[in-house]
């Protein structure tokens, strides 16, 4: 596996890393924690070094899953999760409040830490800009954290130009983790400039479109009552068919390359900058290895250029969340 260092911060990773949230939260029931915790030793047979969880996946099963998984290879990983939601017992499990507060950050990494069950976080998001919080305030925890050896590296999760610019003057910011694939491209207008002009990296979560792009998924699909994708606008059935014409570009490409459409999805992730890393997430082997496929993928110039032409012609349907999540993303 190719590795990667995110923007200027040392940070260096396997090209793709593993988004490990769908193991135990939001696409249907969790899986087995048995056949999950041999598929995350397998990742790191394969030579992917990036993990991501959060203490909301769950919540907390996912970064106990991860730590178990990994703790014996703890040497060989960078492991990620996030802070930055109120999980207290008798808050609204219908609308997780936001929660940033320095002392709230500081509580809920020394948790994180035992779930894990490792002595520090490679690399510790705000996982949404909390607007009742000043972000100089957050950077300021985790630049107390990094002090004191319990974090290694800080970063911002669908944060937006200004807030990034703020927070990396108070503690560098190692990376933004935001959505971005072929059918989610918002971040090209100022938040990728920003970054190249910051030395950040960036890691696209749903580099797949949640699935979308591996061309697996149709108009007829019936997801598990308990999948979150139910509830995104942009998996309604109409959404659906219109914006199948993505597929079809990327199939076209795949085609020509011998390849399949998640891979050319990935490798136009990895073509667009060198500090992009990708975290496809996956619960099967051989979608572990498919995805995996992809940083061997070569696309021309010719190619990339192809596919933004004609992906500039299709306009995308549906909102990303529901407005209640999307108003916590900035833009």
């Known amino acids: 596996m190719q590795k990667r260092i995110l923007g ?8 793709i890393g593993l988004g490990c949230m769908g193991m135990s939260f939001a696409y249907g029931p969790a899986k087995d924690r ?13 030579g992917v070094t990036f993990f991501d969880t959060a203490e909301v996946y769950g919540p907390f ?3 106990e899953l991860v730590g178990e998984a990994l703790q014996p290879i703890r040497d060989k990983v960078v492991i990620a999760t996030k802070f930055g939601f109120d999980l207290s017992p008798d808050r609204d499990p219908g609308a997780p409040g936001l929660d940033s507060r320095p002392e709230h950050i500081r509580r809920v990494t020394d948790a994180s830490l035992k779930r894990l069950r490792i002595e520090t976080i490679d690399l510790l998001y705000q996982h949404r800009v909390d607007p009742g919080v000043p972000i100089e305030d957050v950077a300021g925890a985790v630049k107390e954290l990094i002090a ?5 590296h800080f970063g911002l999760s669908e944060a937006g130009p200004e807030t990034i610019r ?8 190692a ?11 918002e971040v090209e207008a100022d938040v990728l400039p920003l970054l190249e002009e910051l030395g950040i990296g ?3 979560y749903s580099p797949l479109g949640r699935g979308f792009l591996t061309g697996k998924i149709d108009q007829g699909t019936e997801f598990d009552s308990s999948d979150f994708r139910n509830r995104l606008p942009r998996f309604a059935p109409e959404a659906l068919k219109a914006n199948h014409a993505l597929v079809e570009l990327i199939t076209g490409i795949a085609e020509r390359k011998n390849a399949t459409p998640a891979q050319i999805a990935l490798a136009w992730l990895l073509a667009q900058k060198p500090w992009i890393v990708p975290i496809p997430g996956t619960t099967k082997l051989h979608r572990l290895d498919e995805n995996i496929g992809a940083a061997a993928v070569d696309l021309t110039d010719r190619d990339l250029a192809e596919i933004d032409t004609a992906a500039a012609q299709i306009e995308v349907r549906g909102a990303r969340y529901p407005e209640q999540l999307e108003a916590l993303t900035e833009r």
């Not at 048995?34 to 394969?46: A, C, F, K, Y």
């Not at 004191?148 to 290694?152: A, I």
């Not at 990376?175 to 491209?185: F, G, K, N, V």
Request: charged letters at 20%; zero cysteines; a positive charge.
């Open 148 to 152: 004191e050896g319990k974090v290694k």
């Open 166 to 173: 703020r927070a990396h003057a108070v503690q560098p910011v």
């Open 61 to 63: 099963a996912n970064e």
């Open 175 to 185: 990376a933004l983790q935001s959505e971005y694939s072929l059918w989610s491209r």
């Open 34 to 46: 048995r056949e999950m915790i041999s598929l995350l030793g397998t990742t790191v047979d394969r």
């Open 202 to 204: 960036f890691v696209p």
């Open 8 to 15: 200027t911060s040392g940070l260096q990773v396997s090209a």
